[in-house]
């Protein structure tokens, strides 16, 4: 059974620091592109970054570019999202997902999500 489950949300002050986390199992992790993906409050889902399967390759959405970083550990079967800079426009409940290492390309399992709220 495929399971992605998040960790590292909270509560942060805008111009903090979260590290998100995502732990795999039931798939062999290192076969599949990885991606993150954000839902704010009555909004719609937005493709937020992916990460290739060797993890030397991403893609960033622009609002989060040059902010997040999305790394992955392949020995450990865990997906990352460091995020720096926050701003409360980034409050979201946050997936892992695999695949999506596009935009535009498939998503076929999710997490349950990890929530973010950055709010003075």
């Known amino acids: 059974e495929v399971q992605l489950v998040e960790s590292g949300g909270g509560v942060v002050q805008p111009g903090g620091s979260l590290t998100l986390s995502c732990a795999a199992s039931?798939?062999?992790?290192?076969?599949?592109?990885m991606s993150w993906v954000r839902q704010a409050p009555r909004k719609g889902l937005e493709w937020v970054s992916g990460?290739?399967?060797?993890?030397?390759?991403?893609n960033y959405a622009d609002s989060v570019k040059g902010r997040f970083t999305i790394s992955r550990s392949n020995a450990k079967n865990t997906l990352y999202l460091q995020m720096n800079s926050l701003k409360p426009e980034d409050t979201a409940q946050y997936f892992c997902a695999r695949g999506g290492f596009k935009v535009s390309t498939t998503r076929d399992y999710w997490g349950q999500g990890t929530q973010v709220t950055v709010s003075s």
């Open positions: 039931g798939f062999t992790f290192s076969n599949y592109d």
């Open positions: 990460i290739n399967k060797w993890g030397f390759e991403t």
